[in-house]
């Protein structure tokens, strides 16, 4: 399956701010419901958030407030902007695309973000 392509991780200070970037082929982006999840080392896969087509988003408790999704339909990208980060959200950031009809998933490379304090 296509593969979704990612960008932005990097080291920043706790308080600090991160942007990253996920790309997807036209034909899954245009028919997705796209999201970000996030793995901590000796953690499960989590949920960061979703955004459906139309652009409304939601959020899980430990981020809301400080992370922002947003999609752009016409470039098929995702963005999810972090701020106020914290040594927590130290993890391996995941780009998701779940299709309407035909129920599959994609998912990217995965990114490093660490939150140093």
């Known amino acids: 399956q296509v593969q979704l392509v990612e960008s932005g991780g990097g080291l920043v200070q706790a308080g600090g701010s991160l942007t990253l970037s996920c790309a997807a082929s036209r034909s899954i982006f245009s028919f997705a419901n796209m999201g970000w999840y996030r793995q901590a080392p000796g953690k499960q896969r989590e949920l960061v958030g979703t955004t459906t087509n139309s652009g409304s988003t939601n959020y899980a408790d430990s981020v809301k407030g400080r992370f922002t999704i947003s999609r752009d339909n016409a470039k098929n990208t995702v963005d999810l902007q972090m701020n106020s980060l914290k040594p927590e959200d130290t993890a391996v950031y995941y780009c998701?695309?779940?299709?309407?009809?035909?129920?599959?998933?994609?998912w990217g490379q995965g990114t490093q973000v660490t939150v140093s304090s």
């Open positions: 998701n695309a779940r299709q309407f009809y035909r129920g599959d998933n994609y």
